[in-house]
């Protein structure tokens, strides 16, 4: 959705709420007391009343945005910033665009929102012929953030990062020229370096009757027991510009998307920012209804970061 059209759909605070009852009222609202699926609608409180216990449940309660002091259409417009552009924008300049006055805010509601994004993409897996391979991100720890800043050094710390993508064998008839186009993709801060942190981490990304693809290294031995066939090529220029080459482009665009963008990324929030990455690429080719499908992982997602 672009600036224009945003608003005007979205004019005041009272449209913003109207459209995200809509998203809630389609996808259901369930009694945090009793688990009842079966409510009325105070329009006079903005409020959902179960018909069981007569509990009432807010319009933000359960979502990302329960305990937000910021208004629905301040939470609409960062929704927006999120998903309009493929590069996406800091909470800095957000906060900026804005004029607010708290920086701390709009970061906690754009990670919130991240978070929504990474909940709603681990609703599915990747299936058939998959890439997969390991790349580490420059991050920092918080006072690495601090000394960058003031001293203008890059971080230290290396955080791995697992990375998979659906990658469609192509073949001309004509040529017999073979190549591959991507669909899907994800990427996992990886944490445990060891060959079972690698088999727990296909296991929740692919499903099991996939063929994967990955160099030889020998924390990929265990990939076997979790999926249909795995093929293993020597690592190598040929591999990355080949056999691994949407894994590897995927990888480069997320690093210098980081770069340009946050500078510096705390290792503890990664995760969150390759979300938003790889949420926006998933649906590269939605256009205008990103908007939509952002403000329904933010009505879905179960709350997870405090305040």
């Not at 672009?2 to 608003?7: D, T």
């Not at 329960?66 to 609409?76: A, G, H, I, P």
């Not at 970061?107 to 997969?132: C, T």
């Not at 955080?159 to 669909?183: F, H, I, M, Q, Y």
């Amino acid at each position: 959705m672009n600036l224009l059209k945003f608003h005007q759909v979205f004019t005041n605070e009272e449209a913003c709420k109207l459209h995200f009852k809509q998203v809630r009222d389609k996808n259901g609202v369930v009694c945090n007391k009793c688990g009842s699926e079966h409510h009325y609608w105070i329009s006079s409180m903005w409020m959902y009343e179960c018909k069981e216990c007569h509990y009432r449940t807010s319009l933000k309660k359960g979502t990302i945005m329960e305990n937000s002091k910021l208004k629905f259409k301040t939470w609409y417009i960062i929704m927006l910033f999120m998903s309009a552009t493929k590069k996406g924008f800091s909470a800095a300049e957000v906060q900026r665009q804005l004029g607010k006055k708290r920086y701390e805010p709009i970061w906690r509601a754009m990670h919130k929102i991240r978070e929504a994004m990474g909940q709603r993409e681990d609703l599915y897996k990747l299936e058939d012929m998959i890439e997969f391979d390991d790349a580490f991100f420059e991050t920092s720890t918080p006072e690495k953030v601090k000394q960058s800043l003031k001293r203008g050094l890059g971080s230290q710390k290396q955080t791995k990062v697992t990375v998979a993508t659906e990658s469609v064998p192509l073949e001309d008839l004509e040529s017999g020229t073979k190549s591959s186009s991507c669909r899907y993709f994800k990427m996992k801060v990886n944490q445990d370096f060891t060959k079972e942190g690698s088999k727990s981490l296909v296991t929740a990304m692919i499903g099991n009757n996939a063929v994967v693809r990955t160099d030889k290294s020998t924390s990929y031995v265990n990939i076997s027991d979790c999926v249909d066939i795995h093929m293993t090529t020597k690592s190598g220029k040929e591999t990355t510009n080949t056999t691994l080459k949407w894994t590897h482009v995927a990888i480069g665009n997320a690093k210098r998307n980081f770069l340009g963008i946050y500078h510096c990324i705390k290792s503890d929030y990664l995760q969150n920012y390759l979300n938003e990455f790889v949420y926006r690429l998933n649906r590269r080719y939605f256009g205008e209804r990103l908007f939509d499908r952002v403000v329904l992982a933010a009505s879905t997602a179960t709350l997870q970061t405090s305040g």
